[in-house]
């Protein structure tokens, strides 16, 4: 069974910056990050594939940067200019199955999910 480790939520001033860190256990093919707020679906915000393939939520595009330390085995979600509506509880996900296509459509349909991390972002 992968763990998936979260660091780095916090809270912020819009405009402010937070650097999110997931450290998975074990081998992945897809990693991706996902948010939600209380009454919401769980929404992606951008993924990363094995090969360099990312993607990223169109509300995010431009602030937000995904990466990946493949010696650290640790996914990375760099937030600037952040706004009062990113605020929600960010969840690290990761697959061990083949195939881009959850880090393409940011579809919640990974394997592995971390615990979450609050990021607030106040006005």
């Known amino acids: 069974q992968m763990q998936l480790v979260e660091s780095g939520g916090g809270s912020v001033q819009a405009g402010g910056s937070l650097r999110l860190s997931c450290a998975a256990s074990?081998?992945?093919?897809?990693m991706g990050w996902f948010r939600q707020t209380p009454g919401k679906e769980r929404e992606g915000v951008a993924g990363i594939y094995i090969l360099g393939t990312t993607s990223y939520a169109d509300s995010v595009k431009g602030r937000f940067t995904i990466s990946k330390d493949k010696a650290k085995n640790t996914l990375y979600l760099q937030m600037n200019s952040l706004k009062p509506e990113d605020t929600a509880m960010y969840y690290c996900?990761?697959?061990?199955?083949?195939?881009?296509?959850?880090?393409?459509?940011?579809?919640?349909?990974?394997?592995?999910w971390g615990q979450g991390t609050q990021v607030t972002v106040s006005s």
């Open positions: 996900a990761a697959d061990d199955r083949g195939g881009p296509s959850r880090v393409r459509g940011l579809s919640p349909d990974f394997r592995y």
């Open positions: 074990g081998y992945t093919y897809s």
